[in-house]
């Protein structure tokens, strides 16, 4: 299976200031085919779930700008260039190249 | 919009048996893949099970192969996860999703975009 990696685990930012969380996966990412399967999420708390970005860097509709993806291969990055409140909860970096397709243990990003 | 409601939690026994559903609305349920992801309590997610548009391929994680089947009725929007010889580490908040990405022979890429709000599956006896 292919393992994905988060650093840190826990972040407390400062409204205002930027945050960024790193992924790496024991595998590359990237299919032949020249699409890279790796995607971000946020868990607010006590909710499902929500896609942020979809194959490294490509926002999801309604996301906002301040967030942004980036990477390649084994190594990728999310960043908020300007954390909110709302910005708070768990993110997740996902594989999708290969089954089963797989988590990191995710990421807390609190309000300091 | 998009609207997943999963319903079918509860507690059971190990050894038991549970099936889940998940009621689809705004989207052309027909048209995309499904998926069911677990988290149990306090921890991270865990990808459980994918079914195809049309049902033609499933595919499951390791820890449920065997034990649990996914199944879907276009008819009625609905998805189905149905969950036999229930372990305690089956405890957990299932989520279905809806799925993006695509597949290219057995090989699938996909990503969720939705998410419904879970349902609670406890094992203890």
């Known amino acids: 299976d292919i393992v994905m990696t988060q650093t840190p685990l826990s972040l407390p930012v400062t409204p205002g200031q930027p945050a960024s969380i790193s992924c790496k996966s024991s595998q590359s990412l990237l299919h032949s085919g020249g699409e890279t399967y790796l995607y971000w999420y946020l868990q607010k708390p006590g909710q499902s779930p929500q896609l942020l970005i979809y194959?490294?860097?490509n926002r999801f509709s309604g996301v906002p700008d301040r967030f942004s993806g980036s990477g390649s291969g084994t190594d990728f990055t999310l960043k908020i260039s300007r954390v909110e409140a709302e910005d708070v909860g768990v993110y997740y970096c996902m594989q999708s190249i290969q089954l089963p397709w797989t988590f990191g243990q995710g990421t807390k990003v609190e309000i300091k | 919009q998009v609207q997943l409601v999963e319903s079918g939690g509860g507690v059971v026994q190990p050894g038991g048996s549970l099936r889940l559903s998940c009621a689809a609305s705004?989207?052309?349920?027909?048209?995309?893949?499904m998926h069911w992801v677990r988290q149990a309590p306090g921890k991270g997610l865990e990808w459980v099970a994918f079914i195809r548009y049309d049902g033609s391929n499933k595919y499951y994680a390791d820890s449920v192969k065997g034990r649990f089947t996914i199944s879907r009725d276009s008819s009625k929007n609905t998805l189905y996860l149905h969950m036999t010889s229930l372990r305690a580490d089956d405890t957990a908040v299932y989520y279905c999703a809806k799925t993006l990405g695509y597949c290219s022979g057995g090989s699938c890429y996909p990503y969720f975009d939705y998410w419904g709000q879970g349902t609670l599956v406890t094992v203890s006896s």
């Open positions: 705004g989207f052309t349920f027909s048209s995309y893949g």
């Open positions: 194959e490294v860097s």
